[in-house]
């Protein structure tokens, strides 16, 4: 194994330059670094200037969605030795706008999310002293989509958010079909005009990159494709039976 | 530029969130602003493992929860705090339930309960172990469907403004912008965790540097109990990540080089196949680290690059339990140690964790400084004494969270509205402070804020470790006065204001000298051992004079004072802490 | 934006629906047709056979199902590819007017088409 | 955020060609051209047979024109990438139980291949027989 791999990092930094640059570093090699260890060399001993968004370093938080060579990847779990002999590009989330370097601007996403309504929506008060019981086959069917950390890494994969901004996404819809999954829920039809409309699943042209791309295996492409199904069979019940029947 | 809410909260993990639902179901006439420096989401939080205690069936009882927590914390924290502590643990986690939280369940759809480190029943309450990042997101969530709750998403709070005594917001820099903004508030609940990244190895996140702890000492509130600082047993070497106390619960054992148990050398009884309750593997983190420690000294650890380690063997689990019960702890050995837990053995060692200590508050979130609230990792209570309990921490953000925001909307209803000019003015004050530490670091000639944490870190670990005694401490402390001096002629690379990291690695770096400097003052003052604070001058608890919560605080000259204050007893008096037998 | 009067939802059921008959029944008639027969690997069937199943009134059923649903499938697919592979979003209704219009052209072809067949 | 000037990266008319499996994906939509292109050729074929022997031979004459082959041959292919890929998704929008037990995707994927033997073979023995 080398000593040190080159990494060339996606430089934006808007107060100097209006175009984005390269910067290449080299960085020890050590089979137990992941690409944010190689930042954190390059921020703490080479250059103080570079950004990025990091935390848990445990691939739970979700912060540290970047892009390594071509691939949306966590940066924490991803390890340099896997890019040896190097070199290892590192850039931003793409589909998304840079605010710097390899910090980007998650806004909207923050912004589509209550849209959804990702919390449980209640029939009635539940009793304050005893659960609501579960069965854990019952808690399969949403299981999956639960485990969305946020990291946008499927967002950075899909090529129809890149191209239609207003597509609410995959992390998004997953975490509808979450809780419209979820026996203790009884929002699904509150959700429905949101999920059901040409922005909702209706746009995904099922590219299925999101869920290539996902780290937690929440299997975004799988919710929405399901939603569809569930959405045109509601819809064609609304379409044959009267109104009073539903 | 300024704003203005009724309720300003810094931080938006667990305890944030739930303290910002608080306020709004106890009144929706107030205005209530969480601000955090990452994505409420993204707070360490999220990285809890194992679980969270609540007595959950009918063999257990809130007295046994109790008294668990007590000799657990030995004998240090506060009963009364405890007794509504455990009563309403359980209507948190209900009330999460609720709110849609996948807790584990049993086949016929009940919650499922584990066993867990120091509990004498099952009562730690899990989601996979998962359980801090399910949590957080149901409270995240949760909180999106109140729409009065205003949020300020990546903002740094520098500051707590205190006006006539009362503190009457804050100053925080929008980090994406660099926007310097004073929030007015009439009261300011601070709950931005715990400060692990004080020490070189630690299972806590980059973001857990004690802001809150150094924002109210710098305000003139008062911190308890800093000497106790939490080592877990479980990390693994390279990265300090930590290996959920789960994993034992589930049956793993803690071997040495030589294959064998050792614990039961440290009277914490005998080795059973079967996991026994608060024993062995199951006792307390403090004994289970110290534990470590003596095995290395007698040379029966396991040498590596990344220091001394001991293994935890989860291979007679079988592939079905470790996938069902311990998922993540598979997925991160594979990830960060490159084995599988299911065929090999997983090198461990003793990793700083959890800090016991904190803003002092009342049981009801409140401290001395009118107008300043704490809650989480970051307050101090007191339930969790001279040592936590694994899995208190959870229920214990979420009920004091609670508690502090009802308290908080019962305290901004009452006081009258004060001048805001006053409060103004400090904000520009502060304001210029932070242009001038951007502009007046530009210069070539100083070390790098990275070394000069690194070097904290080093003095902590070597002063102020699992074991201390009086000339370690001394020295640790002589050398942070050291750094702070050489810090603040520290440079910076970057003096951009777009999303400057370096700028808040510095400001960081500031509160958490402030920070090391009480833990590793409060240490050299008590002469004791007790919990996690292990004095090797003094190894004995001395209930005599030492039953008492240490509590520092900031001189106007900027010197300190530690004093004491008796520790609430109401029906456990002090006892010997037995494990095993 | 309501879901309620979208037509997309019956929009993808025909798409859907298109694209299971098509992917079911496409691969073999044009194997059979389109390669098998005229490379001689195979031999045609003769006409007065082929009428007769052809005429058959369940086979006429099949082909106008396969035929008009596979039209719709390629209507909505090849909307999304114009949307996506062009970036013509800004044009969705010519695009949505000469896609779907294309496949109710076709489908009034086809009846005609069978019709005659029988 | 009005003060931060955000750099919005431009998406390229070629971004499918930026990684294969957007590719993949680009000729797995171009192959509802070839499916449209199917119904033309099969409704030549039946107006073909309507129109009685002659006409039946002249469809089948011109159907081994090998500029015809070329093309029947390439929308072969990608009809069967349309099968493949339709198959792969089928099992992601499907959630079958029986009881409590979920029926695994792979069964659901191997149900359609099994299906579309079937099917193939029913078509085949019509025609050949
Ligand atoms: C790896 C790990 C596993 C754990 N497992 C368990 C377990 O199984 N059971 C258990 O009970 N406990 C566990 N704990 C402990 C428990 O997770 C923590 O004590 C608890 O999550 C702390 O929550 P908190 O809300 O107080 O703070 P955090 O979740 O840390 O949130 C702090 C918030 O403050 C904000 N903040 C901080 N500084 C500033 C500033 N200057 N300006 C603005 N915002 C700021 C941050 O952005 C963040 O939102 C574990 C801890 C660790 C490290
Ligand atoms: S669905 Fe997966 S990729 Fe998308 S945000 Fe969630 S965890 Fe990340
Ligand atoms: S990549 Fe995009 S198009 Fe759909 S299947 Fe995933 S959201
Ligand atoms: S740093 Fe938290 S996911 Fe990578």
Redesign the pocket.
């Known amino acids: 194994m080398p000593e040190s791999i080159t990494m060339e990092v996606w430089r934006y930094r808007p107060e100097r330059e209006s175009e984005p640059t390269w910067d290449s570093y080299e960085v020890p090699l050590r089979k137990e670094w992941a690409v944010l260890d190689g930042l954190n060399h390059i921020k703490d001993q080479l250059d103080g200037t570079l950004s990025y968004r990091w935390s848990c370093r445990m691939g739970i938080c979700g912060s540290c969605g970047m892009t390594v060579n071509g691939e949306p990847k966590l940066g924490c779990s991803t390890f340099l030795t896997d890019y040896a002999p190097g070199p290892v590009r590192v850039e931003p989330l793409h589909n998304f706008p840079v605010i710097r370097d390899l910090v980007v601007e998650m806004g909207d996403f923050m912004a589509k999310l209550p849209t959804v309504k990702p919390w449980l929506v209640g029939d009635d008060e539940p009793d304050e002293d005893t659960e609501y019981r579960q069965t854990p086959v019952e808690m399969d069917d949403y299981k999956r989509y639960s485990m969305c950390i946020n990291c946008m890494l499927?967002y950075a994969?899909?090529?129809?958010?890149a191209l239609d901004p207003e597509?609410i996404?995959?992390a998004a819809?997953a975490l509808a079909q979450r809780y419209n999954l979820d026996s203790r829920d009884a929002g699904a039809e509150d959700r429905r005009d949101v999920l059901a409309s040409a922005e909702g699943v209706w746009?995904?042209?099922?590219?299925?990159?999101?869920?290539v791309a996902c780290p937690k295996d929440v299997d975004?492409?799988g919710a929405?494709?399901r939603y569809k199904l569930t959405a045109a069979n509601k819809a064609v019940r609304d379409l044959l039976l009267p109104r009073g029947a539903r | 530029m300024a704003a203005w809410h009724n309720v300003v909260i810094v931080g938006g993990g667990g305890a944030g969130l739930r303290a910002a639902i608080a306020v709004a179901e106890a009144n929706p006439k107030l205005t209530v602003a969480i601000v955090s420096k990452v994505y409420p989401m993204r707070s360490h939080t999220v990285s809890a493992e194992g679980g969270a205690a609540a007595v959950a069936g009918d063999d257990d009882t809130m007295d046994e929860h109790a008294y668990d927590t007590v000799s657990g914390s030995d004998w240090l924290c506060d009963q009364d705090a405890v007794e509504a502590f455990v009563v309403e643990a359980r209507k948190e986690l209900l009330r999460l339930e609720h709110w849609g939280c996948p807790w584990s369940r049993e086949p016929d759809g009940r919650i499922a309960v584990r066993a867990f480190g120091g509990m004498k029943k099952r009562r730690t309450w899990f989601a996979a172990d998962k359980t801090g990042f399910h949590l957080l997101h149901t409270l995240f969530q949760t909180a999106l469907s109140y729409t009065d709750i205003v949020r300020y998403d990546e903002w740094f709070v520098t500051k707590l403004l205190v006006h006539d005594g009362r503190v009457r917001g804050v100053v925080a820099v929008e980090l994406a912008t660099g926007r310097v903004e004073t929030i007015v508030a009439d009261a300011v609940i601070v709950c931005t965790g715990g400060c692990g990244r004080v020490f070189p190895f630690t299972t806590n996140a980059n973001i857990k540097t004690g802001d809150g702890m150094a924002l109210a000492y710098q305000a003139g509130a008062p911190l308890k109990d800093m000497e106790f600082v939490q080592y877990h047993p479980t990390g693994l070497p390279f990265t300090g990540i930590l290996i959920t106390e789960a994993a034992r619960a589930e049956g793993g054992r803690l071997l040495n080089k030589d294959g064998y148990r050792y614990l039961q050398d440290y009277d914490l009884g005998t080795p059973t196949d079967e996991p026994v309750l608060r024993s062995m593997e199951l006792g307390p983190r403090d004994r289970l680290s110290q534990a470590f420690v003596h095995e290395m000294e007698k040379g029966r650890t396991v040498e590596t690059e990344a220091g001394h380690v001991v293994h935890l063997d989860l291979r007679h689990l079988g592939e079905k339990l470790v996938d069902e019960r311990l998922p993540f702890v598979r997925e991160l050995c594979a990830s960060y140690q490159n084995i599988d837990p299911v065929h090999e053995l997983v090198p461990v060692r003793p990793v700083v964790h959890y800090m016991m200590g904190g803003i002092h508050t009342d049981i009801h979130g409140a401290t001395p400084l009118t107008g300043l609230y704490a809650a989480g990792e970051v307050a101090c209570v007191s339930i969790n004494g001279a040592n936590r309990l694994g899995s208190n921490s959870l229920p214990e953000l979420l009920v004091f969270g609670a508690r502090a925001g009802q308290a908080v909307a019962e305290f901004v209803a009452t006081v009258p509205g004060a001048a805001t000019a006053p409060v103004l003015a400090q904000g520009r004050d502060e304001e210029r402070r932070l242009v001038r530490e951007l502009s007046g670091r530009q210069h070539s000639d100083g070390e790098r804020i990275a070394d000069i944490r690194t070097e904290m870190q080093e003095t902590m670990e070597a002063g102020a470790g699992i074991y201390r005694d009086e000339a370690s401490l001394t020295k640790a402390l002589d050398k942070l006065a050291e750094l702070k001096t050489r810090f603040a002629r520290a440079s910076m690379d970057d003096a951009s204001r777009t999303f400057n990291t370096e700028l808040v690695a510095m400001l960081e770096l500031s509160g958490m000298l402030d920070v090391a400097t009480c833990i590793v003052a409060s240490g050299l003052r008590r002469k004791e051992s007790r919990g996690a604070h292990q004095r090797t001058d003094f190894p004995d608890r001395d209930d005599e004079t030492y039953l008492a919560h240490s509590v520092i605080s900031r001189k106007p000259d900027g010197d300190w004072r530690v004093e004491y204050l008796p520790v609430t007893i109401t029906r456990w008096p002090p006892g010997e802490r037995v494990y095993g037998r | 934006m309501t879901t309620k009067r979208s037509p997309e939802p019956l929009l993808w059921l025909l798409f859907s629906s298109g694209g299971m008959v098509a992917a079911m029944l496409v691969p073999v008639l044009l194997f059979l047709f389109g390669v098998a027969f005229p490379l001689g690997w195979l031999t045609a069937p003769g006409h007065d056979y082929l009428a007769s199943v052809v005429s058959h009134p369940v086979t006429l059923l099949v082909l106008f199902g396969l035929c008009v649903l596979a039209l719709f499938h390629w209507a909505h697919r090849f909307r999304y590819t114009l949307y996506d592979g062009l970036q013509l979003k800004r044009y969705r209704v010519p695009i949505g007017i000469l896609c779907y219009g294309g496949a109710i052209a076709g489908s009034v072809v086809v009846a005609l088409v069978l019709l005659r067949a029988i | 955020m009005s003060q931060v000037r955000l750099y919005r990266p431009p998406v390229s008319l070629t971004w499918w060609l930026r990684k294969p499996s957007y590719l993949v994906f680009m000729l797995r939509e171009l192959s509802s051209v070839f499916i449209a292109w199917f119904v033309a050729y099969l409704l030549m074929l039946v107006y073909a047979v309507g129109s009685g022997p002659g006409a039946y031979r002249d469809f089948l004459d011109l159907s081994a024109n090998p500029a015809l082959v070329v093309l029947n041959v390439i929308a072969l292919a990608f009809v069967l990438l349309h099968t493949v890929t339709w198959f792969g998704l089928a099992p992601k929008a499907m959630v079958i139980r029986l009881g409590a037990l979920r029926v695994p995707p792979n069964v659901i994927l191997a149900a359609h291949y099994g299906a579309w033997l079937v099917v193939s073979a029913v078509v085949a023995w019509v025609v050949l027989r």
């Open positions: 499927c994969a899909c090529p129809v958010y597509f996404g995959p819809i746009a995904c042209t099922f590219v299925g990159e999101c869920s975004p492409a929405i494709q």
